[in-house]
């Protein structure tokens, strides 16, 4: 693939592993230089923060590396629909030390809600995040939660920092655009924000005149407009009361309200970094429209955290872990694994009669679930009993659309095949409309189906019917060979209910889109795109958190030997990097549920103008053409978004 045109590139050595990209994005590629310097120690309060540093802004697809390369300062335009995640970054560089000796400086980033026009606002903390970007292996990929709507971050002389900004849009969101700014200032390394002290006695006050706002408002329902606006206008003076207390008058200066979260934080001295969000009135569904399941190791969660099998710690941790996933429009499932790579797959470890089957198999957000073929806690009811019961609760329920059996991993000869038929036997035998779902690359090695392996492997779908539902193929068998989709499909049976996923794991390696440590952000985004354009109907990923095994919370993240940097973790236990056990998403899961949004977008599209059209505007701005061709850069992204945007609003 060609340059991405990072001035990086040629300026500087790249770090090892990383391949830049990103570059268009309205920023320029110019580098931002002090126009005079600063000479003996500096006191960051008195030096305007555009002299000790250089911040610009990158997309989300850029890997913003330590030895990035300053650029000028631009405002940041974003679209994004309702119920959707948009990020960008910003880069900070120190220019000068003012620190001390150990760092160059502290800064620090303020944030302000996002306000439109008619006074709809994104809030800080609610609707906008901020996260550090901190490297794994010397590559920019665990996004570290910092505290709004003000937080503190150390620079080191001569490298690039970068923070990760997301703006989430509620579902209910009204249009419109909306406009803020993140004020970024050089402060003082023992610089602490001014602590608000009010006393007993006033808050007492202050509650008494905020409850007489509420008692005035409260009773307007069918009273006459004349006293709605007198019962405002006193509302309104009681509320400029409250404000003009002396519990507000630091916030005020002789020319009215000043937005300061510190003494030395004057907005002269600070870096203004411009947002504007266009939220249009697509709303993506809570439902995702590709179901995209994704295993989590919970043996993984049971060495580190130190909860046992089965007790009430491994069920709110596994609770936990679910919950918060949710949000990346993806469908966890957790899993371990046996011999032969037998693996027992369960999306809710309580059994289906339990109220918190229902709580997680309901959930919206939720677009397949997988049950188990065996007990998850050994109990009473075990073998045959034990699947029959579970199955019979489940298919009485309006979720039972969603539920599927993954029973084994990549079968590789007759005995694995046979065991799958045996087991799928059974399920059907209590549910024929249950759906089995079965990873392969291959047909089984010691009774070769075809001539050539890859005949094989077509033959697998007729070698297993009708004892798998959901023929889930790795994307590494196609390579570089889009042609070969057809291929496939003309095996399976869709009218009865057959369908075909993929998935991707080790392979396919660079250049293919796939989710390793150090790929591009386009090869990271791309994995959905090449999803859409082939045309499968769900998607597959074996691990989340599966990195080496260690006993501790807060233990190094050591990735497995033998696989791709990255392969298989896609985040990270919080303790790694802060105190907070929140887990840490990593940029290349970002990724991922920006491809996913992606993926909404063009159905929206294809359905008013028909798939064929959806795949030429995928393909005419350059986003994705194929698995060795699609864009290094993030323009061609934001163009194919703007023109579903303005061919496809209401």
């Known amino acids: 693939m060609e340059s991405s045109g990072n001035p990086q590139e040629v300026m500087v050595p790249p770090i090892e592993g990383l391949a830049g990209g990103g570059t268009a994005y309205g920023w320029s590629d110019g580098a931002s230089h002090s126009s005079a310097p600063l000479k003996g120690s500096i006191d960051p309060t008195e030096v305007p923060s555009t002299a000790l540093l250089h911040v610009w802004c990158m997309p989300s697809t850029a890997n913003v590396g330590s030895q990035e390369m300053p650029r000028h300062l631009e405002p940041v335009n974003l679209l994004a629909a309702r119920n959707e995640r948009e990020s960008i970054q910003i880069a900070i560089r120190p220019k000068v030390t003012w620190g001390g000796t150990c760092i160059a400086g502290v800064v620090q980033l303020h944030c302000n809600d996002l306000c439109s026009a008619s006074g709809d606002r994104l809030v800080v903390g609610q609707s906008l995040t901020v996260r550090r970007v901190m490297p794994v292996l010397g590559v920019p990929d665990a996004l570290v939660p910092l505290v709004v709507p003000v937080s503190h971050i150390s620079l080191l002389p001569g490298e690039t920092a970068a923070v990760w900004i997301s703006i989430d849009i509620p579902s209910a969101q009204p249009p419109g655009v909306y406009e803020g700014e993140i004020s970024i200032t050089a402060v003082k390394a023992d610089a602490e924000p001014t602590a608000l002290c ?349 990195y080496e095994k260690a006993n501790i919370a807060s233990a190094e993240i050591r990735f497995r030997r033998g696989l791709p940097p990255g392969d298989g973790v896609l985040y990270y236990p919080g303790e790694v990097f802060s105190p907070s056990h929140q887990p840490v998403a990593s940029v290349r899961l970002e990724r991922l549920l920006s491809g996913l949004q992606d993926i909404e977008y063009l159905r929206l599209y294809a359905s008013k103008y028909g798939r064929d059209e959806g795949l030429s505007l995928l393909e005419r701005t350059g986003v994705y053409l194929g698995p060795e061709r699609y864009t290094v850069e993030h323009l061609p992204i934001d163009m194919m978004r703007g023109e579903i945007y303005s061919k496809c609003r209401t």
């Not at 307007?220 to 206008?233: A, C, F, I, L, S």
């Not at 990549?410 to 079965?438: C, G, K, Q, W």
Request: glycine content about 6%; proline content about 7%; aromatic content about 14%.
């Open 198 to 546: 009010v006393g007993k006695m006033e808050k007492h006050e202050l509650y008494k005149e905020l409850r007489n706002c509420l008692n005035i408002m409260e009773p307007v329902d069918q009273k006459p407009m004349d006293e709605v606006v007198e019962r405002v206008k006193s509302a309104s003076s009681n509320l400029r009361n409250v404000l003009q207390s002396r519990s507000f008058l630091e916030f005020f200066s002789d020319n009215g309200p000043v937005d300061m979260m510190v003494e030395y934080a004057t907005s002269t001295q600070s870096v203004h970094v411009k947002l504007t969000v266009t939220v249009w009135d697509f709303t993506l569904p809570a439902t995702p429209s590709l179901p995209a399941v994704f295993g989590i190791s919970d043996t993984v969660i049971e060495d580190r955290f130190g909860v046992e099998h089965g007790s009430d710690e491994w069920f709110e941790e596994l609770d936990q872990q679910f919950k918060w996933l949710l949000q990346y429009r993806i469908s966890p499932y957790f899993c371990r694994w046996g011999d032969s790579m037998r693996v027992l797959t369960y999306t809710c470890p309580w059994p289906a009669d339990h109220p918190k089957s229902d709580e997680f198999f309901s959930d919206p957000r939720l677009a397949a679930y997988a049950v188990p073929y065996m007990p998850v806690i050994l109990s009473g009811d075990t073998g045959s009993n034990y699947l029959q019961k579970e199955i019979e609760t489940l298919k009485t329920k309006a979720h039972w659309k969603k539920a599927y059996f993954y029973l084994w991993d990549e079968p590789l000869n007759v005995e694995h095949f046979n065991s799958i038929r045996n087991m799928a036997s059974e399920i059907h035998s209590y549910a024929p409309d249950a759906r089995v779902l079965t990873t392969y690359y291959c047909g089984p090695s010691d009774a070769p189906l075809a001539p050539t392996s890859f005949e094989g492997f077509l033959k697998v779908p007729k070698y297993l019917r009708p004892h798998t539902q959901i023929y889930c193929t790795s994307e590494w068998v196609l390579g570089n060979r889009e042609d070969l989709v057809k291929d496939i499909v003309a095996e399976l049976w869709p009218e009865e209910g057959e369908e075909w996923w993929t998935y991707v794991c080790m392979g396919p390696s660079d250049p293919h889109p796939n989710w390793h440590l150090g790929m591009r952000g386009t090869q990271h985004r791309a994995v959905m795109w090449r999803v859409w354009k082939e045309g499968g109907t769900g998607f597959l990923y074996w691990g989340l958190n599966c």
